[in-house]
């Protein structure tokens, strides 16, 4: 059964850093881009960042680019986000997901393009 758990979520003052884990089980997933979306309260979850399955592309949504990171470590089958200089804007409820295709980037910013997904880890930033 395929599993992902993310983590690294809490309560930070603006400007602070956070960094956030996505851990698969139950398969590898060398083969498959991930994805990091968020949902504010009262909004509809979003895209905020992807990379590809070799690791050699990072996708970012304008929100974040210069602030978040995206990385990942297939030996370890774990995606990073790392989250720097974060914003009240930026509390949600963060999920990763993972690629339904291999070797495939394809609508990486929709929900569409993912098969299974986390359960989620808060993210609270205070001004």
């Known amino acids: 059964q395929v599993q992902l758990v993310e983590s690294g979520g809490g309560l930070v003052q603006a400007g602070d850093s956070l960094r956030l884990s996505c851990a698969l089980s139950g398969r590898g997933f060398g083969r498959n881009a991930v994805g990091w979306f968020r949902q504010a309260p009262g909004k509809d979850r979003a895209f905020v960042s992807g990379i590809s399955w070799s690791g050699s592309t990072p996708y970012y949504t304008d929100s974040v680019k210069g602030r978040f990171t995206i990385s990942r470590d297939n030996a370890k089958n774990t995606v990073f986000l790392q989250m720097d200089s974060l914003e009240p804007e930026d509390t949600a409820v963060y999920y990763c997901?993972?690629?339904?295709?291999?070797?495939?980037?394809?609508?990486?910013?929709?929900?569409?393009?993912?098969?299974?997904w986390g359960q989620g880890t808060q993210v609270t930033v205070s001004s």
């Open positions: 997901a993972l690629h339904r295709e291999t070797y495939s980037s394809r609508g990486i910013d929709r929900e569409s393009a993912y098969l299974y």
